[in-house]
């Protein structure tokens, strides 16, 4: 039985609770939330004891590994903390707000050489692999990613909308994005992005973005985000390919690819992170586990270069970032 606890109980950790309420040979032993109700609401649910100070929660006896689902501004202590008692620990994106503090944490990761996984779910869709196998080999020309939603209209005042507590669209939410255009067509070398406020004036963070990428195997790409978009969710997290004389069109569970005249699709899930980090956490094998912590850091640099180029009104490469 590996005992879980969760850091974090608001609604991206209330799926990762009931999914793990849902595997067998996993327990939730503890949830923990600054916000006294929510850990109250999901102790009850679970069954568990309920913490408002995560480092209580850490005292527990019989944990084996924990979850942590927070806003990226609270990431920092409650992961050194989870590191100083040396458990596994799966964590949400983005990893942190800044770099120095992703790679504070990092730096004790590697120390510490303990498992870690990052909630960038969608590496996990069977279309990554139809994916990846129709890449493997070919030399790739353009890489376009989207994202275009309506989850900044709303109380201006939640953290999600203010620039200084999320980051923006950029590095809060599109970062799915920045990690499945690295995850396909590999690593992302230099960025130059504008954005503008249109019409969610009632928000600090810009409302749309638009950037160009250059990638280390030679390919260009473009990005886009908006979160003023109304119509929908289907816009969001698509990746274009076109790689030599055919193209891909890749989403979670949908994958089109296009080639000599003929259009061929793959719709398939694949399994849940939830089931994949209890399985190496169980086994100590880390092998199926495709975004660990480091990996992580890499996909945050990309979206605070494309902030970094858009404030700064130039092209800023990657590695300016560390």
């Known amino acids: 039985m590996v005992n879980i606890g969760f850091i974090g109980c608001g609604g991206n950790a209330r799926g990762h609770i009931k999914r793990v309420q849902e595997l067998p040979g996993a327990r939730i032993v503890g949830v923990c939330d ?89 590496r996990y869709g069977a279309t990554v692999d139809v994916a990846r196998r129709l890449l493997e080999g070919r030399r790739m020309g353009l890489v376009n990613g989207r994202y275009w939603c309506n989850s900044g209209a709303g109380d201006p005042t939640r953290w999600l909308r203010q620039m200084a507590r999320s980051g923006g669209q950029l590095v809060e939410q599109a970062t799915h994005t920045v990690d499945m255009m690295r995850c396909l067509a590999g690593e992302v070398t230099e960025v130059y992005c504008a954005w503008t406020n249109q019409v969610l004036k009632d928000i600090d963070c810009p409302d749309f973005n638009a950037a160009t990428l250059r990638f280390a195997n030679g390919a260009v790409g473009t990005l886009t985000a908006s979160w003023a978009y109304a119509q929908g969710w289907a816009n969001t997290n698509i990746v274009d390919i076109l790689f030599e004389d055919r193209m891909l069109t890749w989403s979670y569970g949908k994958l089109t690819f296009y080639r000599d005249g003929r259009v061929e699709e793959t719709s398939a ?54």
């Open 269 to 322: 899930d694949g399994p849940g992170i939830d089931d994949v980090f209890l399985e190496a956490v169980r086994t100590g094998e880390a092998g199926k586990i495709r975004s660990d912590y480091s990996d992580a850091v890499r996909s945050l640099a990309v979206s605070l270069a494309l902030n970094r180029s858009a404030l700064e009104n130039r092209p800023v490469s990657v590695s300016e970032l560390g």
């Open 34 to 122: 600054v916000v006294a109700d929510l850990a109250r609401r999901a102790a009850d649910e679970v069954g568990c004891p309920a913490f408002t100070d995560h480092r209580a929660l850490l005292d527990l006896k019989d944990l084996h590994a924990v979850v942590i689902s927070i806003p990226v501004f609270a990431h920092g202590q409650p992961e050194m903390d989870v590191l100083e008692r040396g458990l596994p620990f799966m964590v949400e994106k983005p990893v942190a707000l800044d770099m120095a503090t992703a790679q504070q944490i990092e730096a004790r990761v590697k120390e510490s050489g303990l498992l870690t996984a990052v909630g960038y779910q969608l």
